[in-house]
Each structure stands twice: as structure tokens, then as C-alpha cells.
């Protein structure tokens, strides 16, 4: 069996042919950086060819899934070159490597959103082939603060999801919206109740277990459940990797640019800073 040890910033956990993977950078309220989406890319990678794999699934240790890009991590500079020529070229650091190999993941991805997720933690979900939320979990992805772009996919993602107005309300106007809410938006399957909320991404009531019970129950107990996993991901989401790449690309070279020529500097200078992130 494939070992998913010895990362620092998320734990591993098997639960029969689910891979449960909990972002752990709880001091950080779970925020990405370049330590991050190294382990991440690791695990994309290990499982996708790992037989004993058939389900990845990632929640959050803490209080939250994730406060989105720590914008505390030497990664984040938002200076653009002194050169005023190199490009940033996010598309070869770690998070652009992260977004690649996430559109191109074959097997089953499943999200069990314990929290508040922001900016990349919510583009995100919308490649994952089922979400569920806890119902204290908020979406928020407020780009526009920090003169960003809409990434992961989300200028078209989130329009064919919820139509152009409802994706503008988050991604233009940057509204956070409650679990109810992403629910009625058709960003989640449902909403978990009862679920403990102490921080053990693990627990036997967290909505990461409960969520596996359900997997489990629903989908793998079935014949042949990892073969015809394999072929609905096929149909259903790999089908659309290609031209999801290519979209992803594109926003990447406009992020690139507004760094570039020092936009998003100007804007990181003049937000107010509080705990947010992005």
C-alpha cells in the first residue's frame, strides 16, 4: 500500500478504499501556501495511481476548511519584479501546479466542508464530483478586494453552476454566502447537521467520518463500485479536463498580468487588513 505519511501541512487517513486527507495548518486557519498545495499535489498524485484508492476525500482540521491563500507566505509577494519584466508565471509555482493536477484527477474526489472556506478552498469545489457542507460552513471569494481574477476555473464554473447574476454576487461583489444559501445555489448536495465541531478532522461524528459512512454505504458496497467509479468520472467530469486546463490557463495569464504591472500590489497596500485571507 501506497504511504501517505510525513507531510506537515495536511494528515492522511485510509478509511477502506476512501483516502481521507485533512488540510492541518490550524494556526493558519488552514490557509494554502506553497508547503500546502506541495502536499496536496503529492497526494493528487500518489492516489490517482494507487489501486487501494478508490475516493479522495479532503476536509479540514480546526475551525475552518480553509481561510484560502496565506497571504503571510513568502510565496505571496505581491511586488511585482524590480525588473518590471519577469513575469510572475503562476502557472509553474506550486498553486498553478495544484490546479493542473486537480482538473486532471481520475478517480472519485468528494469534499466534506467542516467550515469557512475562502477564495481557492471554494473555486475548488467546483470540480469535485459531490460536496457536502456543515451547516456552519460559509463560501467566500472575494477576488475584487485584491484587484485578483476569478481562478480555478470559477469564470466558468461558477456561471454554469448558478447562472451569471448569482456567480457575479460572489465573485464581483465578493458576497459570502451561508450554507443554506450555497445549498439553494446548487454548490453542495446537502448540508450535515449534526456533526461535532471540536477540530479532529477525524472523529467518529466529524462530518469527514460521517460523510465516509456515506460513501461507503451509497456508493462502495455496490459490485464493482471502483470500476464504475472510474467510468462515471470519465463521462461525467475528465470529459471537460482539456478545455477546464485550457480556461484555467487563461485566467492564470490575466493574474499574471495584474501582478505584473503592480494592481494587485495597489491593492494589497490599501485593504485593511484584519484575520482575512483570500
Known amino acids: 500500500m501506497v504511504g501517505y505519511k510525513g507531510y506537515s501541512n495536511i494528515r492522511c487517513q485510509h478509511r477502506g478504499q476512501i483516502l481521507m486527507v485533512a488540510l492541518s495548518r490550524t494556526k493558519k486557519f488552514n490557509a494554502f501556501s506553497d508547503g500546502l498545495y506541495n502536499d496536496l ?49 503562476t502557472l509553474d509555482r506550486p498553486a498553478g501546479r495544484f490546479m493542473m493536477e486537480l482538473l486532471g484527477y481520475t478517480k472519485v474526489l468528494v469534499a466534506a466542508v467542516n467550515g469557512p472556506a475562502v477564495g481557492i478552498a471554494v473555486t475548488m469545489l467546483l470540480h469535485f464530483d459531490l460536496v457536502y457542507l456543515s451547516n456552519n460552513a460559509t463560501l467566500w471569494a472575494p477576488f475584487t478586494r485584491l484587484a485578483l481574477v476569478p481562478e480555478l476555473c470559477s469564470s466558468v464554473t461558477f456561471e454554469a453552476r448558478m447562472g451569471l447574476s448569482k456567480a457575479n454576487e460572489m465573485l464581483l461583489l465578493g458576497k459570502q454566502i451561508d450554507a443554506k444559501t450555497a445549498e439553494n445555489w446548487n454548490l453542495c448536495s446537502c448540508i450535515f447537521e449534526d456533526v461535532d465541531k471540536g477540530g479532529d478532522a477525524f472523529h467518529l461524528r466529524s462530518i469527514g467520518t460521517q460523510v465516509c459512512d456515506k460513501i461507503e454505504k451509497e456508493l462502495l458496497s455496490i459490485p464493482l463500485a471502483n470500476n464504475t467509479s472510474k467510468v462515471f468520472v470519465s463521462l461525467m467530469r475528465q470529459r471537460r479536463a482539456q478545455f477546464m486546463k485550457k480556461v484555467c490557463n487563461d485566467e492564470l495569464t490575466i493574474l499574471d498580468q495584474r501582478f505584473d504591472c503592480g494592481e494587485c500590489f495597489e491593492a494589497y497596500k490599501k485593504l485593511k487588513w484584519g484575520r482575512s485571507k483570500l
Do not use: H, Q
Request: net charge neutral; aromatic share 6%.
Open 41 to 89: 499535489i503529492s497526494v493528487l498524485k500518489k492516489s490517482s495511481v494507487d489501486p487501494s484508492v478508490t475516493v479522495l476525500l479532503v476536509t479540514g482540521d480546526g475551525k475552518f476548511f480553509s481561510s484560502g491563500a496565506d497571504l503571510k507566505d513568502p510565496s505571496n509577494n505581491f511586488k511585482p519584479a524590480e525588473d518590471g519584466m519577469t513575469s510572475r508565471n
